[in-house]
């Protein structure tokens, strides 16, 4: 067979559409959103080239519409678990040898699908599923997606080209290998993208895997499974399967060929899944690689001389877009007393103007309805104890209902208390806590968001003076895997900004990266010695 270096297709971003009215995407989605609502699909899992129905079946419904079923989806049992676990294993040695371009191009092949003739798919399958108001799916479902397959192909090459250097009469080669064993692949509800990259990720760079999606995300999940099918992606290489995550993780972390674990959800699932695998240690053929990325109390601080419209935006856009359920949401902020009334009294009026919560169907609300009646209830609840607190007011919003969809309206707490209960616990809602410094305490005011959370996952400082800029650069240096200036604390795009947190917010492995490809491969340094030496005895010998 011919051989090349190949030079793969530089990445760029998958530019957002606008989905105005009038535009084409809008009639699109909104057409596919029609059909997906009215329909009813029934979703196999998929283990190797079988598409399996238990008939142990779940319905799904849209959060902002939850008595109104979408679709079923058929949940596992054990056996189920250990036909992916021997599906991967039998698919192992063709998909780890074959050619790394022949991999590359299906990966691309999906990201164009994605551009074009599934973009409608996959955007109206996670306003359903997720209740993602259009330009969210877009920025997730399509954009971000494309990104992370596009550039990691491109990541995935630089590997492969990262070579050592050899000393005369000697060749050093390093090869890439995949893991040995298979990558586990658990997926939060909240990214399509994540959803898709988890998995593909570790495929990408020749590993056989088993998919568990959230059950809230399934809905979404199937349209990436027919995307990577329609793409070429071989029978067994990403084994899919839904139900009892804790029956299916045993499952799996007792398997000997257990390699990797690709996590992203809540931080106390992830302690869990770590200590899981170091209890089954001594089980495992090799070390696995543990890579998680999990929860955030993300900040926003703003300076005194910062300009407060932008503090305003910042806050309303961090903390509010969809509904806040974002790891890097902001839900922390710390303004300064002499212009805190003048932003929050923005913040006000952009959550006024917002539509009451809403379909995303109806392309003129901003606001839609959060995941599940889990997160409904707690949301209600902390929301609840803050008008009874005395340290805490409901400054803005504070009400909801579950009657027709989970909608919570964005509410903002001000507390005097800078250790407030939802200043430091994550809540992933359309909830954000303000704590007022006096502008005298700026200093004692960094040390406070250092010391506050567990977490370090986002954090944002907008002010215009440089040498706050600077202070706050370092003595925040820990406490934020993503750190920004003069911007909110969200929107990280692939390419150009890694994403990922410290402390107990992750493994900090940076999705979109190629520290994050590094994961999944295994490296084996070949050195070759063109003339071999025929004599122990060194000159020093004499
Ligand atoms: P979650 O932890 O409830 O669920 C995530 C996944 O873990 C799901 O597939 C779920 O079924 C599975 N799971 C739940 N219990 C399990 C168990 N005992 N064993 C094995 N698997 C189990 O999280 P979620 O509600 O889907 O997502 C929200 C969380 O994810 C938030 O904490 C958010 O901050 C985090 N998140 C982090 C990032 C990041 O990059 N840091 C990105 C997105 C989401």
Same mark, same amino acid.
């Given at each position: 067979m ?26 699109a989605?909104?057409? %596919? ?28 419904s849209? &959060?902002?519409?939850?008595?109104h079923?979408?679709?079923?989806y ?9 036909? @992916? ?12 040898n074959?050619?790394?371009? %022949?991999r ?7 990201a164009?699908? $994605? ?12 306003? $359903? @599923? ?16 494309i990104? #992370?397959l596009?550039?990691?192909? /491109? ?14 009469? $000697?060749w ?15 997926? &939060?509800?909240? #990214?399509?993208?994540? @959803?898709?990259n988890l998995?593909?990720?570790a ?33 067994g290489?990403?084994?899919v ?15 000997s060929?257990?390699a ?8 106390h699932?992830?302690?869990e ?16 690689k ?19 419209k932008?503090?305003?935006?910042a ?20 303004? &300064?007393?002499?212009?805190s009334?003048? $932003? ?16 995303p ?11 599940? /009646? ?10 609840? %104890? ?7 007011d ?5 009400s ?26 994550e809540? #992933? ?7 007022v410094?006096?502008?005298k ?24 003076d440089?040498?706050?800029? /600077? ?8 406490c ?11 929107? @990280?795009?692939?390419?150009q ?16 990266s190629a ?19 025929v ?8």
């Open positions: 011919g051989k090349g270096f190949f030079q793969v297709p530089t990445a760029i971003n998958e530019p957002i559409k606008s989905y105005a009215p009038g535009s084409s995407e809008r009639e989605v909104l057409e %596919q959103y029609k059909t997906y609502f009215n329909g009813n699909v029934d979703v196999p899992m998929y283990i190797g080239s079988k598409e399996v129905r238990t008939g142990n079946t779940k319905p799904m849209p &959060p902002h519409d939850h008595k079923i979408v679709g079923t058929h949940t596992a049992d054990q056996k189920n678990v250990q036909a @992916a676990i021997n599906n991967c294993l039998e698919s192992r040695n063709a998909w780890a074959l050619a790394w371009e %022949q590359a191009a299906i990966f691309l092949k999906a164009e699908l $994605i551009a074009g003739p599934y973009r409608a798919k996959i955007n109206a399958s996670t306003m $359903i @599923a997720q209740s993602k108001n259009i330009h969210q799916a877009e920025i997730d479902a399509a954009c971000e997606l990104d #992370f596009r550039f990691n192909v /491109e990541y995935m090459s630089q590997i492969y080209a990262e070579q050592p250097d050899s000393a005369e009469g $000697i050093n080669r390093v090869e890439y290998r995949p893991l040995e064993g298979f990558v586990y692949a658990i997926t &939060p509800f909240n #990214f399509t993208a994540i @959803a898709g998995p593909a990720s495929a990408m760079m020749g590993n056989v895997v088993i998919w568990k999606p959230s059950d809230s995300q399934i809905f979404s999940a199937k349209v990436i499974v027919d995307i990577f099918k329609e793409a070429g992606l071989p029978d290489v990403i084994n399967v839904y139900g009892d995550p804790v029956m299916i993780t045993n499952t799996i972390l007792a398997s060929d257990f990797g674990l690709h996590f992203t959800g809540s931080t699932v992830f302690k899944l770590w200590k899981q695998i170091g209890n089954n240690i001594h089980t495992y053929k090799t070390y696995p543990i890579v998680g990325e999990t929860g955030g109390k993300d900040f926003i601080l703003a300076h005194p001389t910062a300009n407060t932008q503090v305003a935006t806050i309303s856009r961090g903390a509010f877009e969809f509904q806040g359920q974002k790891c890097s949401a902001a839900s922390r902020v710390y303004l &300064p007393k002499s212009t009334k003048e $932003i929050l009294e923005f913040v006000k009026a952009d959550i006024e103007s917002f539509n009451k919560p809403g379909s169907e109806d392309m003129s609300n901003f606001i839609t309805a959060v995941i599940h /009646e889990g997160s409904f209830d707690k949301l209600a609840k902390y929301i609840n %104890q803050a008008k009874e607190d005395k340290n805490a409901i400054y803005a919003g504070g909801f209902d579950k009657s027709k969809g989970y909608f919570i309206e964005p509410t903002v707490i001000v507390t005097t208390d800078p250790k407030y209960t939802t200043m430091e616990t809540l #992933f809602g359309p909830v954000v806590t303000i704590y410094y006096d502008d305490n700026w200093s004692e005011t960094l040390q406070l968001i250092d010391g506050t959370s567990e977490y370090a996952l986002t954090g944002a400082v907008l002010s215009n440089r040498y706050a800029i /600077e202070e706050a650069t370092k003595a925040l240096q820990n934020a895997g993503n750190f920004y200036i003069n911007d909110k604390p969200t929107g @990280a795009v692939v390419g900004q890694p994403f990922g947190g410290a402390r107990a917010s992750g493994t900090n492995d940076k999705a979109g520290q994050n490809l590094l994961r999944w491969v295994s490296p084996r340094l070949i050195k070759e010695t063109f003339v071999t030496p004599d122990y005895r060194y000159p020093f010998l004499g």
